[in-house]
């Protein structure tokens, strides 16, 4: 049984970074998609970024280019969100999410994760 557990959120001001953390267990997670997404109160879950566990290749949502990076360790079987120049816009529940079956394309929908985090609140005060 795949579980993801993430850490690393809490309240940051404006222009400030954080660090989140999902760690993955319970399978051997080459082949898989691994991706982030956000929802905040009263909208809908949202891709924020991607990476494939084989290879590093990574996917962005365009809200978060430049300003954040999704990396993972592979001995550590961790996944990472680097965000830095946090903005209020960015306050949200953020979910790690497994997709055991990434293809060509990795998915940018929730639909597309199959395995998901309890979720870690980030708020950013401005």
């Known amino acids: 049984q795949v579980q993801l557990v993430e850490s690393g959120g809490g309240l940051v001001q404006a222009g400030g970074s954080l660090r989140l953390s999902c760690a993955a267990s319970?399978?051997?997670?080459?082949?898989?998609?691994m991706g982030w997404f956000r929802q905040a109160p009263g909208k809908e879950r949202e891709f924020v970024a991607a990476i494939r566990w084989s290879g590093g290749r990574t996917y962005y949502a365009d809200s978060g280019k430049g300003r954040f990076t999704i990396s993972r360790d592979n001995a550590k079987n961790t996944v990472y969100l680097q965000m830095n120049s946090l903005k209020a816009e960015d306050t949200a529940v953020y979910y790690c999410?497994?997709?055991?079956?990434?293809?060509?394309?990795?998915?940018?929908?929730?639909?597309?994760?199959?395995?998901w985090g309890q979720g870690t609140q980030v708020t950013v005060s401005s």
């Open positions: 319970g399978r051997t997670f080459s082949g898989y998609a």
């Open positions: 999410a497994a997709d055991p079956y990434a293809g060509v394309v990795v998915s940018t929908r929730p639909e597309g994760y199959d395995y």
